[in-house]
T-cell receptor
Framework: GENVEQHPSTLSVQEGDSAVIKCTYS??????FPWYKQELGKRPQLIIDIRSNVGEKKDQRIAVTLNKTAKHFSLHITETQPEDSAVYFCAASRNEKLTFGTGTRLTIIP | EAEVAQSPRYKITEKSQAVAFWCDPISGHATLYWYRQILGQGPELLVQ????????DSQLPKDRFSAERLKGVDSTLKIQPAELGDSAMYLC???????????FGNGTRLTVT
């Protein structure tokens, strides 16, 4: 089955700086890669996603890049704000089956 | 905005007891998933439905867990008997298929004592 690895497990950045979270996947047939943000005690919420026919996607301060050859994808958050503090999960999907990474706890330092 | 509904929000049960969780997906969503999330980890898929049919239950501990979606709408996940290691957040999610985004419910936090 699919295996998704996520790094780093924790990340602290100064407010205003950029944050980058990286994931690798094992199944070359995976074709959909969403990112979820989960605040303490709340549901995971989709923040951005990318499909395998696209190399990069951007939505305001958030961007995702995908390298199909290397089987890795990354989340980039620019101009970080205190409200960006949360746990972020990457995921890879094949045949509608979503496999999640282990999560990155992002802390924004004011 | 439509949401996935789950109940109960919290459940405390003693080991060896039976427990059940309920999920009502967003109207029109054909795919429904049950995930288990242990504190500090990512969600792990337990069972995946397409309408009323099970698509994948390979990670469901079938000796004690069961799931059904009889009319292809709402779903129930049952654990009998509960064990201490079952303590976790149980998340339900739904989608329209075709690798569309999944929408998660608020989950049921289960504590087994």
């Amino acid at each position: 089955g699919e295996n998704v690895e996520q790094h780093p497990s924790t990340l602290s950045v100064q407010e205003g700086d950029s944050a980058v979270i990286k994931c690798t996947y094992s199944d070359s047939a995976s074709n959909y890669f969403p990112w979820y943000k989960q605040e303490l005690g709340k549901r995971p919420q989709l923040i951005i996603d990318i499909r395998s026919n696209v190399g990069e996607k951007k939505d305001q301060r958030i961007a995702v890049t995908l390298n199909k050859t290397a089987k890795h994808f990354s989340l980039h958050i620019t101009e970080t704000q205190p409200e960006d503090s949360a746990v972020y999960f990457c995921a890879a999907s094949r045949n509608e089956k979503l496999t999640f990474g282990t999560g990155t706890r992002l802390t924004i330092i004011p | 905005e439509a949401e996935v509904a789950q109940s109960p929000r919290y459940k405390i049960t003693e080991k060896s007891q039976a427990v059940a969780f309920w999920c009502d997906p967003i109207s029109g969503h054909a795919t429904l998933y049950w995930y288990r999330q242990i504190l500090g980890q990512g969600p792990e898929l337990l069972v995946q439905f397409q309408d009323e049919s099970v698509v994948d239950d390979s990670q469901l501990p079938k000796d004690r867990f069961s799931a059904e979606r009889l009319k292809g709408v709402d779903s129930t996940l049952k654990i009998q008997p509960a064990e201490l290691g079952d303590s976790a957040m149980y998340l339900c999610a739904s989608g329209v298929g075709n690798n569309s985004p999944l929408h998660f419910g608020n989950g049921t936090r289960l504590t087994v004592t």
